[in-house]
């Protein structure tokens, strides 16, 4: 017990002094406005100097604890019954499910923060309806990105828009809206989520049922897991697709690789196709090692096929709307797009984001469940011995943060590290890997106490971390909610927006995708003079400005560069004629 206290706090330590020397360029700058930096000073650096400090205690107490008596009495089997174990899996499942349910009201108030939960939506809305994208009245064509500054496509012409995003957890959603339920969508992904890591420890550990429930507690006391799941991000249908895919996928069987490949399809689309690809690679890789050459290379030309679909899945979304590409062409079109995409995330690389990596690393730490961390180091190192399974699950964590890394570093908003939510489930079999080694050779007294351990942990994350992250998201959150609402109920026919000075207040600029509904938000920065006059003499118009977002509780600060010398948003609308309210 003293050994395994004492390489837990170790691990924990030095896991925070790598993330806090990687931090030095942020002090030396001063503290930035940028949404990232924010939360890392306001959130995450007083968690972690929290967590620091503890684990410096606990490793004084282990080394003040009493060696064990040369030979203790080694437990020969976990003590746990298999059905047991099952039953509390199972329980805690559902518990996330039903926290994350009420948390979208309780801690969001049922509203989408960001852009990417927002266009979750708005193209779950276009799916509902069975189209692909939703068709745009000419009226409001030259009006598009004053109607949606980002995140959006275009088809040819203007005739159709939808989000920049693949379509799958859209589509999931689209399901929940048509079942009068969508907010329940997100949970039910958490709970599937928390069963596929229970059975995916079970067909590692057998022997170990004790190990499959450990899994299952980690990941049901993550505060980024659980605060996750409670909004429309993509993030939870990453996590339970990549984990039922290594459930069939370990399962094996033509039936459940079959099976694998038809998850991989649905989850390389679920919105950015990136993601799960970089999951997979390293279990095909060890395919390759072992030299199981043919499950191997059809895994490969699978997973070719899949992303070839949806990358050029927006040519064949135009061609159904008749527009685009002729047939032969498609596939030279889509590539083409991929490179306009990839293009511009290649050309704005700075090594500057090893800094912005850290940050990132640094949130998804102090956003799990307290001793997640520790064993999911020891567990990385120790898997690169062991190969495996559990070594591609480190290796996909690693090879993910490289490519994140090159080409997307900033995350924006985002509970924990959510570009590394799909791989929740490796961290958290990494670390009941780790705790299994630890504990293997224990006498009972001791598995006992490593057991109370383990348990506390858990405890604390439950009852103590998730709240104060709860509290945290709902302050951040709040004012934006409220925001919307005042917007969305106003009696004007259209609302322009000022977002110049409030923090995020573009996020605010929201239509419905059919255009069916007054009032109809628009972005000021993206209406020329002439579209303004024609607003103002068509429509009844109010202005939300930053003095409005500044009284509703939204965070203000100084113009960016790019808008300090716009002309004042009254001012604009006064001279086209507008008397704005």
């Not at 995450?44 to 004084?60: C, K, M, N, R, S």
Request: glycine share 6%; net charge positive; with cysteine.
């Amino acid at each position: 017990m003293r050994r395994l206290a004492f390489r837990l706090a170790l691990a924990w330590l030095a896991t925070a002094a790598v993330l806090i020397a990687g931090l030095y360029p942020t002090f030396t700058a001063g503290k930035s406005l940028k949404l990232t930096d924010w939360f890392l000073f306001h959130q995450d650096l007083p968690a972690l100097w929290v967590i620091a400090a503890a684990a410096l205690a606990g490793l004084g107490v282990s080394l003040a604890l009493a060696r064990p008596s040369p030979a203790p009495a080694v437990a020969t089997a976990s003590g746990f019954d298999p059905r047991r174990a099952a039953l509390a899996a199972g329980l805690a499942a559902l518990a996330c499910g039903l926290i994350a349910w009420i948390g979208t009201y309780a801690v969001f108030d049922g509203y989408a923060l960001s852009m990417d939960e927002f266009m979750a939506n708005f193209d779950a809305a276009i799916l509902a309806h069975g189209r692909l994208m939703a068709p745009l009245a000419p009226p409001w064509r030259g009006f598009v990105f004053a109607l949606q500054p980002t995140f959006v496509t275009l088809a040819p012409g203007d005739l159709a828009w939808s989000s920049q995003y693949l379509p799958v957890n859209a589509a999931f959603r689209a399901i929940g809206m048509l079942a009068g339920a969508p907010a329940l969508v997100s949970p039910l992904l958490a709970t599937a989520s928390v069963a596929a890591v229970f059975a995916i420890a079970r067909r590692l550990w057998p022997a170990r049922p004790d190990l499959a429930l450990a899994a299952a507690v980690l990941l049901a006391t993550s505060s980024q897991f659980l605060l996750t799941a409670m909004t429309a991000y993509a993030m939870t249908a990453h996590l339970a697709l990549n984990l039922i895919w290594l459930w069939l996928f370990l399962r094996g069987g033509r039936l459940a690789h079959a099976g694998a490949i038809l998850v991989g399809f649905l989850a390389t689309g679920l919105h950015q196709f990136i993601f799960h690809p970089l999951f997979v690679a390293q279990f095909i890789a060890e395919l390759l090692l072992a030299r199981r050459w043919r499950l191997a290379l059809t895994y490969i030309a699978a997973y070719a096929v899949i992303c070839a679909f949806w990358v050029g899945y927006w040519r064949f979304a135009f061609a159904l709307l008749g527009q685009g590409a002729a047939p032969a062409a498609l596939g030279a079109a889509a590539a083409a797009d991929l490179t306009s995409r990839l293009n511009p995330l290649l050309a704005a690389f700075d090594w500057a984001g090893v800094r912005v990596m850290d940050v990132n690393l640094i949130r998804f730490v102090t956003w799990q469940s307290l001793i997640t961390v520790p064993l999911a180091v020891l567990g990385a190192i120790a898997s690169l011995r062991a190969g495996g399974p559990v070594r591609a699950l480190a290796l996909g964590l690693l090879l993910s943060a490289i490519a994140l890394f090159v080409i997307l570093p900033h995350q924006g908003h985002g509970w924990g590290y959510r570009y590394w939510h799909g791989l929740l489930g490796s961290a958290v079999l990494l670390a009941v890997f780790a705790w299994g080694r630890l504990t293997e050779g224990l006498g009972v007294a001791e598995r006992r106490a490593a057991g109370a351990l383990f348990a506390l942990a858990a405890a604390l994350s439950i009852a103590v971390l998730a709240p104060l992250r709860a509290w945290q998201a709902h302050a951040f959150a709040h004012p934006y909610a409220r925001a919307w609402a005042a917007i969305s109920s106003s009696p004007a026919q259209v609302v322009i927006i000022d977002p110049v000075r409030a923090w995020y207040a573009s996020d605010l600029v929201r239509n419905d995708p059919w255009l069916r509904r007054a009032p109809w938000v628009f972005d000021i920065r993206e209406l020329n003079d002439q579209q303004l006059a024609a607003l103002c003499r068509t429509y009844s118009v109010s202005l939300f400005d930053a003095a409005d977002a500044h009284a509703l509780g939204v965070r203000t600060s100084n113009p960016s560069a790019d808008d300090a010398d716009l002309p004042p948003a009254r001012d604009r609308l006064r001279a086209a004629g507008c008397s704005p309210s």
